[in-house]
């Protein structure tokens, strides 16, 4: 995968969580994930936010070893939080899992998710 990161500086950069555009220059494969939920192959959901947080990365990386990639092939993540409150420790998480990988991000604040007790989903997009 080669992947350059775009960030304008006449937009003033991007946050130190992502990168503004991610554009792939040579890429041939690219991998898009459906929502993910923070259940684990037991079918069980934390009620937990961190747990759940971390299962759901879990998983996305489960679907890219798969198919031959890692986390460093994501180019673009989108996420769904249920709990305004939960966005700092989605952050932490989210620093944490990525290990300074800052792929284009979007994140959505919405009333719920299909079930009450999900409390956050993330699609993805890698490419290699």
């Given at each position: 995968?080669?992947?350059?990161?775009?960030?304008?500086?006449?937009?003033?950069?991007?946050?130190?969580?992502?990168?503004?555009g991610?554009?792939?220059?040579?890429?041939?494969?690219?991998?898009?994930?459906?929502?993910?939920?923070?259940?684990?192959?037991?079918?069980?959901c934390?009620?937990?936010?961190?747990?759940?947080t971390?299962?759901?990365?879990?998983?996305?990386e489960?679907?890219?070893a798969?198919?031959?990639?890692?986390?460093?092939?994501?180019?673009?993540?989108?996420?769904?939080l249920?709990?305004?409150?939960?966005?700092?420790?989605?952050?932490?998480?989210?620093?944490?899992?990525?290990?300074?990988?800052?792929?284009?991000?979007?994140?959505?604040?919405?009333?719920?998710?299909?079930?009450?007790e999900?409390?956050?989903?993330?699609?993805?997009?890698?490419?290699?």
């Amino acid at each position: 995968m080669t992947v350059k990161a775009i960030n304008p500086e006449s937009m003033g950069g991007a946050p130190a969580a992502y990168t503004n555009g991610m554009l792939d220059v040579g890429g041939k494969e690219t991998l898009y994930i459906s929502g993910q939920i923070g259940i684990d192959a037991k079918g069980v959901c934390s009620p937990d936010f961190a747990t759940q947080t971390r299962q759901v990365w879990s998983n996305i990386e489960a679907i890219l070893a798969d198919a031959g990639m890692t986390l460093n092939n994501v180019v673009k993540t989108t996420i769904f939080l249920v709990d305004r409150a939960d966005y700092p420790a989605f952050v932490d998480i989210r620093k944490d899992v990525l290990k300074g990988h800052k792929p284009a991000s979007t994140l959505v604040y919405v009333s719920g998710l299909v079930k009450p007790e999900w409390k956050v989903e993330i699609e993805a997009i890698a490419v290699k």
